[in-house]
């Protein structure tokens, strides 16, 4: 038994399957009653690779698999330009499992930090299973579940020490389809010298193991 948030016992799995069959079954999570489905991984549960995204859109909680629609296709361009196979070098996963409602008019809301601190166990339980060498966090969700920061012009690019592990806060790719100026200091020419870091330093650690 690991101890997790508020120092409350942590469930632990005995694998990536079962683990997803117990949240597939979740009806006490805060987003429950907005009836929107679970989603909660693709790509290669053995890489080293992984990517923590938000929380799913209409697109990925439609079909149960996170970055899928407009955003996903441009997060595999940026992993195949760095030579990442998104099926078989990645597993994408996210810092909030179901899609949240409305607000004030608006189709769809950020999670609220309650919601992030509910999911964090499972996101923690994820990451214990796959075990990856890198973590890439796309956005102030994913960034603010694991490191506990927002801000995420600040701090994209860093390294972080997380365990035994490293990750680095990066523009979720919404962010870069809301601002695709191509300024030699614009979101996408960052954001490629992120994933340029990225290749290099996955590299050096491969090549160690």
Do not use: C
């Given at each position: 038994m690991?101890?997790?948030?508020?120092?409350e016992?942590?469930?632990t799995?005995?694998?990536?399957?079962?683990?997803?069959d117990?949240m597939?079954?979740?009806?006490d999570?805060?987003?429950?009653?907005?009836?929107?489905?679970?989603?909660?991984y693709r790509?290669?549960?053995?890489a080293k690779?992984?990517i923590?995204?938000e929380?799913?859109g209409t697109e990925?909680?439609r079909?149960?698999?996170?970055?899928?629609g407009?955003?996903g296709q441009l997060l595999?361009?940026i992993?195949?330009a760095?030579?990442f196979?998104?099926e078989?070098?990645?597993?994408?996963?996210?810092?909030?499992?179901?899609?949240?409602?409305?607000?004030n008019?608006?189709p769809?809301r950020k999670?609220?930090?309650?919601?992030?601190?509910?999911?964090?166990?499972?996101l923690?339980?994820?990451?214990?299973?796959?075990?990856p060498?890198?973590?890439?966090?796309?956005?102030?969700?994913?960034?603010?579940?694991?490191?506990?920061?927002?801000?995420?012009?600040?701090?994209?690019?860093q390294?972080?020490?997380w365990?035994?592990?490293w990750?680095?806060?990066?523009f979720?790719?919404?962010?870069?389809?809301?601002?695709?100026?191509?300024?030699?200091?614009?979101?996408k020419?960052?954001?490629?010298?992120?994933?340029q870091?990225?290749?290099?330093?996955?590299?050096?650690?491969?090549?160690n193991?």
């Open positions: 690991q101890y997790g948030l508020f120092n016992p942590q469930q799995w005995d694998s990536l399957d079962s683990l997803v117990h597939m079954k979740l009806e999570d805060p987003l429950f009653p907005a009836g929107t489905n679970m989603v909660i790509g290669n549960p053995k690779l992984m923590v995204g929380a799913p990925e909680d079909m149960g698999k996170p970055f899928v407009r955003s595999d361009k992993l195949r760095a030579n196979d998104p078989n070098d990645v597993f994408i996963t996210n810092a909030v499992f179901r899609l949240p409602p409305g607000d008019g608006k769809l999670p609220t930090s309650d919601e992030i601190v509910y999911y964090k166990p499972y923690l339980e994820i990451i214990r299973l796959i075990d060498v890198i973590m890439l966090l796309t956005g102030n969700v994913a960034t603010e579940s694991l490191l506990g920061k927002v801000g995420i012009t600040r701090l994209r690019g390294w972080f020490k365990q035994d592990k990750a680095m806060p990066v979720h790719p919404a962010y870069l389809l809301r601002n695709p100026v191509r300024t030699p200091d614009g979101p020419a960052l954001t490629w010298r992120d994933i870091e990225v290749r290099k330093k996955f590299d050096e650690i491969m090549a193991e």
